[in-house]
């Protein structure tokens, strides 16, 4: 294979590229899905191709194909250059110099995923799904449950001299699930558990117990909660709502694409541009980070998919905005060097920038401490539906489990707690962050065609003071 693609890099070279790029990849991926007790859908997926990208007369041109041989390989190349030659504009594409490496990298699994059956896989469903069915306070008339498994494989190199190579297994397994008690209407919930290992993920997961949980939760909220309090509070968010505030009103906006305007038709703008940087947007307790290089997590690589190395990045540092999301393209633009926030989920589809395992850096205090010097606020410990706008400034989170705090106590649960904020409001209202740090997994969607790249969203818990809270 490595000598097709040098062969494709020696022919772009006879096309006039001035840069040029190939990236073979496998994607082996199995997926059971069961709705309600019944397994709805079984199924793989097998893609296996070669995706190409020059720089031809200072514009970028992509192309791909499952047809492994020169002759196709021939066919895509000339497609990217014709594309490249189509698209020539008065600012000519540029990249970041970067130091290539030649490298290999692996996940290994210690319990390889085809060593477990599909029967064994469909009947772990199957418990869990009894768990819900065995409640007598509260009924689950809605159940959806999805385990999912992928091993990609990968070969990029690319003009400049990189070699990288790398094997990932990623198993996740996500849930749906709505809850509903006569005279108490419903609530629904959506997780998921994701990360990059083998089998032996998901049995640390403890699916039973997680189940159980679950089903506890709903149905105290639904049997006890409470109407929520409206007006001006102390609040403090759960690591999951955290989570998906830095994602959302952090990650998003800061990714350098978005700034420069490329993903505005596609996903939007941001309330973010380049003479920001410096800028304190938040309190001194707030640092947020997107680092992929964290062991197993979800959105773990080595490399992105520019052959550039990954490091953790601290988009905002104590309060102050320090960087943001680059690919090389972006950081010749704004005369940095590429962070390696290049990723692709496809051999056909093109790279372009994404987060990987997004979240606010700990702080030094427990929960209880949280707690203790608040008079009359709110714990919102999970989010039940989330609403963003497209520039990532103003927001509006709907909170699940959640619950009155009077005089330093946690007490009664409440139902549907609503907040809306501007993003630099948020961060601004934080004056204490937990030590327990934990995450949820994600798939993240970005670009046109949609890439859903995994992801982990994750933080401590934190504390907000003198915040407006709404409910329904």
Same mark, same amino acid.
């Given at each position: 294979?490595?000598?097709l693609l040098?062969?494709?890099?020696?022919?772009?070279g006879?096309?006039?590229?001035?840069?040029?790029?190939?990236?073979?990849?496998?994607?082996?991926?199995?997926?059971i899905?069961?709705?309600?007790? %019944?397994?709805?859908?079984s199924?793989?997926l097998?893609e296996?191709?070669?995706?190409v990208?020059?720089?031809?007369n200072?514009?970028?041109?992509?192309?791909?194909?499952?047809?492994?041989?020169?002759?196709?390989?021939?066919?895509?190349?000339s497609?990217?250059?014709?594309m490249?030659?189509?698209?020539?504009?008065?600012?000519?594409v540029?990249?970041s110099?970067?130091?290539?490496?030649?490298?290999?990298?692996?996940?290994?699994?210690?319990?390889?995923?085809?060593?477990?059956?599909?029967?064994?896989?469909v009947?772990?469903?199957s418990?869990?799904?009894?768990?819900?069915?065995?409640?007598?306070?509260?009924?689950?008339?809605?159940?959806?449950?999805?385990?999912?498994?992928?091993?990609? %494989?990968q070969?990029?190199?690319?003009?400049?001299?990189?070699?990288?190579r790398?094997?990932?297994?990623?198993?996740?397994?996500?849930?749906?699930?709505?809850?509903?008690?006569?005279?108490?209407?419903? !609530?629904?919930?959506f997780?998921?558990?994701? %990360?990059?290992?083998?089998?032996?993920?998901?049995?640390?997961?403890?699916?039973?117990?997680?189940?159980?949980?679950?089903?506890?939760?709903?149905?105290?909220?639904?049997?006890?909660?409470?109407?929520?309090p409206?007006?001006?509070?102390?609040?403090?968010l759960?690591?999951?709502?955290?989570?998906?505030?830095?994602?959302?009103s952090?990650?998003?906006p800061?990714?350098?694409?978005?700034?420069?305007?490329?993903?505005a038709?596609? !996903?939007g703008?941001?309330f973010?541009?380049?003479?920001?940087?410096?800028e304190?947007?938040?309190?001194?307790?707030?640092?947020?980070?997107?680092?992929?290089?964290?062991?197993?997590?979800?959105?773990?690589?080595?490399?992105?998919?520019?052959?550039?190395?990954?490091?953790?990045?601290?988009?905002?540092?104590?309060?102050?905005?320090?960087?943001?999301?680059?690919?090389?393209?972006?950081?010749a633009?704004?005369?940095v060097?590429?962070?390696?926030a290049?990723?692709?989920?496809s051999?056909?589809? %093109?790279?372009?920038i994404?987060?990987?395992?997004?979240?606010?850096?700990r702080?030094?205090?427990?929960?209880?401490?949280?707690?203790?010097?608040?008079?009359?606020?709110?714990?919102?410990?999970?989010?039940?539906?989330?609403n963003?706008?497209?520039r990532?400034?103003?927001?509006?989170?709907v909170?699940?489990?959640?619950?009155?705090?009077?005089?330093?106590?946690?007490?009664?649960?409440?139902?549907?707690?609503?907040?809306?904020?501007?993003?630099?409001s948020?961060?601004?209202?934080?004056?204490?962050?937990?030590?327990?740090?934990?995450?949820?997994?994600?798939?993240?969607?970005?670009?046109?065609?949609?890439?859903?790249?995994?992801?982990?969203?994750?933080?401590?818990?934190?504390?907000?003071?003198?915040?407006?809270?709404g409910?329904?």
């Amino acid at each position: 294979m490595e000598s097709l693609l040098e062969f494709a890099l020696n022919y772009a070279g006879r096309l006039g590229s001035t840069y040029a790029e190939v990236r073979c990849r496998r994607d082996v991926s199995n997926t059971i899905t069961m709705k309600n007790g %019944e397994v709805q859908f079984s199924g793989f997926l097998r893609e296996f191709g070669v995706g190409v990208r020059l720089i031809v007369n200072g514009a970028l041109g992509f192309a791909s194909t499952n047809m492994l041989n020169r002759k196709n390989i021939i066919d895509i190349l000339s497609s990217a250059s014709s594309m490249a030659n189509a698209s020539t504009s008065s600012k000519p594409v540029r990249f970041s110099n970067e130091k290539m490496a030649t490298d290999k990298w692996e996940v290994k699994q210690k319990v390889k995923f085809d060593s477990v059956s599909v029967k064994d896989k469909v009947e772990l469903l199957s418990d869990i799904d009894k768990i819900f069915r065995s409640k007598c306070d509260v009924k689950f008339p809605s159940r959806l449950f999805i385990l999912n498994e992928t091993l990609t %494989e990968q070969i990029f190199m690319n003009s400049e001299g990189a070699v990288v190579r790398s094997k990932v297994p990623r198993i996740s397994f996500s849930y749906i699930l709505t809850a509903y008690t006569p005279g108490k209407g419903t !609530a629904q919930r959506f997780n998921k558990k994701g %990360e990059s290992r083998g089998w032996e993920a998901v049995t640390s997961w403890n699916l039973d117990r997680l189940a159980s949980e679950e089903a506890e939760i709903l149905g105290r909220i639904l049997t006890e909660g409470k109407k929520p309090p409206r007006g001006e509070f102390d609040i403090i968010l759960g690591s999951e709502v955290v989570g998906i505030i830095c994602h959302e009103s952090c990650g998003h906006p800061f990714e350098a694409d978005r700034i420069l305007g490329r993903e505005a038709a596609a !996903a939007g703008e941001s309330f973010v541009n380049m003479s920001m940087l410096g800028e304190m947007i938040g309190s001194e307790r707030v640092t947020i980070v997107d680092d992929p290089t964290i062991p197993n997590s979800y959105g773990y690589y080595l490399y992105d998919d520019e052959g550039v190395r990954a490091s953790r990045r601290e988009l905002i540092k104590r309060g102050i905005i320090n960087t943001f999301l680059h690919n090389r393209e972006t950081a010749a633009v704004m005369g940095v060097k590429s962070n390696g926030a290049a990723r692709s989920v496809s051999y056909s589809r %093109e790279p372009i920038i994404r987060m990987s395992n997004t979240y606010m850096e700990r702080g030094e205090y427990s929960f209880e401490e949280l707690v203790e010097s608040i008079r009359e606020g709110v714990y919102i410990k999970s989010f039940m539906e989330w609403n963003i706008d497209d520039r990532r400034f103003n927001q509006r989170y709907v909170g699940l489990e959640a619950y009155r705090i009077r005089n330093g106590k946690v007490t009664n649960p409440i139902r549907n707690p609503i907040l809306e904020i501007t993003t630099p409001s948020l961060f601004m209202s934080v004056d204490a962050v937990g030590r327990e740090l934990s995450f949820s997994a994600a798939t993240c969607g970005k670009g046109d065609p949609m890439q859903g790249a995994p992801v982990w969203t994750g933080g401590p818990e934190v504390r907000l003071r003198n915040v407006r809270l709404g409910g329904s």
